[in-house]
């Protein structure tokens, strides 16, 4: 059975600050996803990530992958409070070749105090 | 439509009464999936069809849920004889069938079961 998990939890971070959220995961599987949720609202896809070595950037925020070390990153470079959500990662564990079955991480929520 | 599209957005039903959750997948896309997302549990597989089959039936919690896909379109979540531990945000998303794709979730549709 596929286990996501991320730590830490919670993340209070002060704005100016970087950090990284860490996404492991316990099964082989080169497709990842993060995603962002406000409160009340739906998911946000923020990054798909597909093979090992994967980077990707999206103003403040940057995702990767190990495959080998079953870890993914994301890293927050000079947090604004615009970016205070919650971050889930999510790997897809599909037995089939067509679709995306994704197992989540229980999330992070960042908080970015002024 | 430009997005995925859930409804009702917010249910209150009775223990007992059965339910039915709406979702409309943006055009074109053939995957399909329901998600539940409650306190307890965080993010949770339900569901998944491929067209108008679904060959993932894992995540379904008892035999109290069904859903079918019509028209490779849209799709209907059923809950019968709802229980409090039913109550969560049901969330459908969609994608192209193509592994390694996109998944683009919906607002959710908040089930309340008293």
């Known amino acids: 059975e596929l286990k996501v998990e991320q730590n830490p939890l919670f993340l209070s971070m002060q704005e100016g600050k970087n950090y990284t959220i860490y996404c492991n995961y316990s099964?082989?599987?080169?497709?990842l996803y993060w995603y962002r949720q406000d409160p009340g609202k739906s998911l946000e896809s923020l990054f798909v990530?597909?093979?090992?070595?994967a980077v990707k950037q999206e103003g403040r925020l940057m995702a990767s992958l190990d495959t080998k070390a079953r870890l993914s990153t994301l890293h927050i470079t000079a947090a604004v409070h615009d970016l205070s959500a919650t971050y889930f990662c999510?790997?897809?564990?599909?037995?089939?070749?067509?679709?995306?079955?994704?197992?989540f991480g229980g999330g992070t929520r960042l908080m970015v105090k002024p | 439509g430009a997005g995925v599209s859930q409804s009702p957005s917010n249910k209150v039903t009775e223990k007992g009464k059965d339910v039915e959750l709406r979702c409309d997948p943006i055009?074109?896309?053939?995957?399909l999936y329901w998600y539940r997302q409650s306190l307890g549990q965080g993010l949770e597989f339900l569901i998944y069809?491929?067209?108008?089959?679904?060959?993932?039936k894992s995540g379904l919690p008892s035999d109290r849920f069904s859903a079918e896909r019509t028209g490779g379109s849209v799709s209907t979540l059923t809950i019968q004889r709802t229980q409090q531990e039913d109550s969560a945000v049901y969330l459908c998303?969609?994608?192209?069938?193509?592994?390694?794709?996109?998944?683009?979730f919906g607002e959710g549709s908040w089930l309340t079961v008293v």
């Open positions: 998303a969609s994608s192209l069938v193509t592994s390694g794709n996109t998944i683009y």
């Open positions: 099964t082989t599987s080169d497709r």
């Open positions: 990530l597909l093979s090992n070595g």
């Open positions: 999510a790997v897809d564990g599909s037995r089939y070749n067509a679709g995306n079955m994704l197992t």
């Open positions: 055009s074109g896309h053939t995957a």
């Open positions: 069809f491929q067209g108008n089959s679904a060959p993932d």
